[in-house]
């Protein structure tokens, strides 16, 4: 359904504009026919499946009631689980941040209620929490229900599913009489119509029909893809099947910018979204994307909300999402308006049970697929040189050659020799330099099997120590080199792993970590190589700037 902007819904000025900061674009159907009712005050049902933007059709209008002036709990959020509890206050905190002085507080089990005691004391507009904690701190008197103006029941449903329905009596009960309650489900069972007529001041019904978890148009397959590997992997894909418009989803800012720079080194048309992108450079990469300048746009979850773009061909999960409704969400961005589209996911060891949880959830099978190798990418880019000669000769409006040709012939070149050369040079100038991964080494039937034999899994290297990486090494050791270039020097990893592959005419994969301090860098270069860089860096400047390159002695990679 077509949906008014959030400006014609009656929502305050604060709220509009962190609605516009965030990036969204239209409400939701639910959005759209929740919020006007909720504003006026009256109790609502609100019927939408998981994953539609319940939780921002409550929070609005939650925020819109609020007096910032009054430092006491005036809502209370109940949720099925402290996951969700803890997702819904920061969503709470961002659709709140042009209130100054907004407090929310999220309470709930497993978590050191003295720090809860704590908050609450301190003051809190909005609570948010399961049910269980809750009530806790109202029989403790820590949370007073006396200036509750609002209740939300966020997946009525399912906390009634969870064994919750006495707490939740309970907590509604000690509520005042003249609040306004609002229920939010995915279904409507008997239960849950229990509970709004014993509870409910004749609430209005708003319903999202149910729709099918996915798109039958959308192709889903997975690979298996160790860590290291997924830009080369990534790369090969794109130049299998060039799809129009490619979003790249990530779980981290950090992998968001790694993944980026390593595709722009490798010459692709590409820009990134997460959470620290201004507004006005998010609507600049958005127009991009759009118009088709930018064809592959890696983003975080948090940064394509709202994303609304027809044309994206293909999906690529570079990391699996936590949560089944992220990921149809994710996939969801492409087979729009009858387009076909497809999806791809990067699994390896213990994700591969994740993602049989998205297949039941999705009550769709994901197709397992084997890397494509170097040769298979090679034949399809050849292939589609052959194409697109083909059609070039078809047409009646490309320039003659004739004399550079019969200068060649003269000088003793058969036709087969000069059409060689000139695919042989196409291709060149349009491909790039493919790197070997484990995968290409290993064949998925052999991982199973090392699987149910309880080998141990690839151990994964902590996150707070990852470095960035030019790509998968070369064999043999890798030793670290000093670079008195830094962040102070206005570079970046990309420039330098360009510079050094570039104008030292490195194989790839010599280049390994990349770590990037104020005043220089530490890069790990394969030991073979790396007398060969230090001798033609004394040759080299990056934008000007003359540097100093050499064996780094001091502990830990800083002189």
């Known amino acids: 359904m077509d949906t008014p902007p959030f400006s014609e819904l009656g929502l305050p000025a604060p709220l509009l504009a962190a609605v516009e900061s965030l990036g969204f674009e239209r409400p ?81 089990g497993g978590a050191p209620i003295d720090r809860q005691f704590r908050a609450l004391r301190q003051g809190a507009h909005v609570v948010v929490g399961t049910p269980g904690r809750v009530l806790d701190h109202l029989r403790r008197g820590s949370l007073d229900p006396r200036g509750i103006r609002m209740v939300v029941l966020d997946e009525a449903d399912r906390m009634l599913d969870m064994g919750f329905r006495e707490d939740m009596e309970t907590l509604l009960a000690d509520m005042p009489e003249d609040r306004q309650t609002l229920f939010f489900s995915a279904t409507m069972n008997r239960q849950v119509r229990s509970l709004i007529d014993r509870f409910g001041r004749e609430p209005e019904t708003v319903q999202i029909e149910q729709q099918a978890k996915t798109v039958s148009t959308i192709d889903q397959c997975a690979y298996e893809v160790r860590e290291r590997s997924k830009v080369e992997v990534v790369s090969r894909l794109l130049d299998i099947e060039p799809a129009r418009l490619s979003i790249i989803f990530c779980n981290t800012k950090r992998s968001v910018d790694e993944c980026t720079e390593a595709l722009l080194a490798r010459g692709y048309a590409v820009d990134r979204l997460h959470g620290d992108i201004t507004q006005q450079m998010r609507e600049r990469v958005l127009k991009r994307f759009r118009d088709g300048i930018v064809e592959v746009l890696v983003a975080t979850d948090v940064a394509a909300r709202g994303l609304d773009i027809d044309e994206i061909d293909l999906v690529i999960n570079y990391d699996l999402p936590q949560d089944p409704e992220d990921y149809v969400h994710r996939i969801g961005r492409t087979g729009r308006a009858g387009r076909s589209g497809r999806a791809v996911s990067f699994v390896f060891g213990r994700e591969l049970h994740r993602l049989e949880m998205i297949e039941r959830y999705t009550r769709h099978p ?75 080494r290993e064949d998925p039937a052999d991982r199973r099997q090392r699987r149910d034999r309880r080998e141990p899994r690839e151990p994964r290297e902590p996150r707070q120590r990852r470095e960035r990486s030019a790509g998968p090494p070369v064999d043999g050791d890798m030793v670290p080199l000093f670079c008195s270039l830094g962040k102070r020097s206005g570079v970046r990893v990309g420039d330098l792993i360009g510079m050094f592959y570039n104008e030292a005419g490195l194989p790839q994969g010599a280049i390994g970590h990349v770590k990037l301090f104020d005043k220089h860098c530490r890069i790990d270069v394969a030991e073979e190589f790396a007398g060969q860089l230090i001798e033609m860096a004394g040759r080299m400047n990056l934008r000007g700037k003359r540097f100093v390159l050499d064996y780094d002695r001091g502990p830990g990679g800083q002189r």
């Open 366 to 440: 994901v197709r397992r697929e084997r890397v494509p190798s170097q040769e298979v990418v090679e034949g399809r880019l050849a292939d589609r040189l052959f194409e697109q000669l083909k059609d070039r000769l078809g047409a009646a409006d490309f320039p003659s050659f004739e004399q550079q040709l019969d200068r060649l012939l003269e000088q003793g070149f058969t036709p087969t020799d000069v059409v060689s050369a000139l695919f042989a040079m196409l291709r060149e100038e349009g491909g790039r330099e493919f790197s070997e991964i484990q995968e290409d």
């Open 28 to 108: 939701s159907p639910i959005q759209a026919l929740s919020i006007p009712p909720a504003l006026t005050g009256s109790d609502l049902v609100g019927l939408s499946q998981t994953g539609s933007g319940k939780t921002a059709a409550f929070t609005l209008p939650v925020l819109a009631r609020i007096n910032l002036q009054e430092l006491s709990p005036q809502a209370i959020v109940l949720c099925p689980t402290r996951e969700l509890a803890h997702q819904v206050c920061e969503e709470v905190h961002r659709l709140g941040s042009e209130m100054r002085g907004l407090r929310a507080v999220p309470v709930y």
